[in-house]
């Protein structure tokens, strides 16, 4: 503020510039930069991780009925390029994080699909084509990818959210953004709490009056004297008091561990798979069992669904696949004999059935 003096003599007056907090720009998401939460590292790798290991079955329609026979060489191994854990497992991370998967086709001498090519999704365009008169024909889809124009006879689309009017899929990154960003965004901050958060870690405070000089000066010894390990030594009237937080609150865990919820509800995984709870849950036996089966039939069910579909689409018309999803209600030894007994008895299998359901010599 100018003085009396200063306005006198019509000096300009001079204002110190206001102190400013930085704005915080919020995280951008992207499937890379949602991959870097450990909940969505862990959730997908969860989904993905069952349906890449898991048998498939070959089904065909003879007669009126439908009949299992042996898996053809396109579903024993999808890819030339691959082997078929890690095709379908990618095909699930696209699933998961881009909500489309491609795959290119391949088709042999005799007209059939006999290699699969995984697409990245976030490089491939589907479109309705225009005409030469500029209209834009409804009728025909259309796949661009790395300058190079795919027929829908050339591609395999799949999904696991659509909706109407929409070719692509809608990805659960894409769609909860908002919720992802404050995720990241809390990450950095707990991660940088101690170093730049704008947070003191003490304060030194005094009942005299000091000049700027004195304070400075003061401040300056005392950093010294705690860089280098030092006894501090304070007068007149000096007092520190140290700003502290317990562990808990520095890293946000109440907060992280709703946000962990939230990414858990956003991909369909049971809370404990991510290492958390929701409150007033219990632990018993048949709670477990029957978390396993809502997770299989609401969230595994949507990806597997989509991916027999479109190999069933790649193989001759009237056959098709399915996963056997079995080995994840194996329940323990003495049940399942137990189960194999009143199957036996009932006629529904036989001995050696079960011995090869259980993995043993026929």
């Not at 993905?48 to 026979?69: D, F, H, Q, V």
């Not at 007209?111 to 500029?134: E, F």
């Not at 956003?266 to 997770?295: A, C, M």
Request: with cysteine; proline share 4%.
């Amino acid at each position: 503020m100018a003085t009396f003096l200063d306005r006198l003599l019509g000096r300009k007056e001079v204002r110190a510039a206001q102190p400013t907090i930085p704005t915080r720009l919020a995280a951008t998401v992207t499937p890379n930069s949602a991959l870097t939460l450990t909940a969505v590292y862990r959730a997908i790798q969860i989904i993905a991780t069952p349906i890449s290991k898991m048998s498939i079955n070959t089904y065909r329609y003879a007669t009126g009925l439908e009949l299992k026979i042996e898996n053809p060489v396109l579903v024993e191994n999808p890819s030339l390029d691959q082997n078929r854990r890690d095709f379908l497992f990618q095909t699930v991370v696209d699933l998961a994080l881009e909500g489309n998967a491609y795959w290119l086709k391949g088709y042999g001498s005799n007209g059939q699909v006999n290699n699969l090519t995984i697409l990245p999704a976030a490089s491939v365009m589907p479109s309705y084509p225009k005409m030469t008169d500029g209209t834009i024909d409804y009728s025909v889809i259309v796949y661009d990818y790395m300058g190079i124009r795919y027929t829908k006879r050339e591609i395999e689309h799949l999904r696991i959210f659509s909706r109407a009017g929409l070719l692509k899929g809608v990805s659960p990154i894409e769609s909860c953004r908002k919720d992802l960003s404050a995720a990241i965004d809390l990450r950095d901050y707990a991660g940088n709490w101690f170093t730049s958060a704008g947070v003191p870690t003490g304060v030194l405070k005094t009942n005299s009056m000091i000049n700027a000089a004195e304070a400075e000066e003061v401040t300056a010894n005392w950093h010294n004297k705690q860089q280098n390990r030092q006894v501090a030594v304070l007068g007149n009237g000096f007092d520190y008091q140290q700003i502290a937080l317990s562990p808990r609150d520095a890293l946000f865990t109440e907060i992280q561990d709703q946000q962990v919820q939230t990414i858990a509800r956003l991909f369909g995984i049971p809370p404990r798979l991510l290492l958390t709870s929701v409150p007033g849950s219990s632990d018993t036996y048949s709670n477990l069992q029957d978390e396993q089966f809502v997770f299989f039939r609401h969230t595994l069910m949507a990806y597997s669904d989509a991916i027999t579909d479109a190999l069933s689409n790649c193989l001759p018309r009237g056959t098709r696949v399915q996963f056997d999803f079995e080995h994840l209600f194996k329940a323990d030894v003495a049940a399942r004999y137990n189960y194999y007994k009143i199957a036996i008895d009932a006629g529904i299998l036989t001995a050696e059935e079960v011995r090869t359901k259980e993995g043993l010599d026929v």
